[in-house]
């Protein structure tokens, strides 16, 4: 939790990363789901990490890296 992500949503047949989401997003915990999840508060979106996207990268965190997420 607070890591945050870039996230891509396929791998294409020569092993590249398509299909990154628009933006980094920090990971938080849902009570609901039960599992982590990332989190776009613009969009109004929540994803579940393993469930949407096939490849992620942690590239920072919200505390020393809030520049990421555009705060």
């Keep these: 939790e607070g890591d945050i992500l870039s996230l891509w949503c396929r791998i294409e047949d020569d092993g590249n990363f398509a299909g990154e989401y628009y933006k980094p997003l920090p990971?938080?915990?849902c009570e609901q789901w039960c599992q982590f999840v990332v989190s776009d508060d613009e969009m109004k979106e929540q994803f579940g990490i393993w469930q949407t996207f096939d490849v992620?990268?942690?590239?920072?965190?919200?505390?020393?890296?809030?520049?990421?997420?555009?705060?």
């Design 27 to 29: 990971v938080t915990y």
């Design 56 to 71: 992620f990268e942690v590239i920072g965190n919200i505390c020393e890296n809030p520049e990421l997420l555009g705060r």
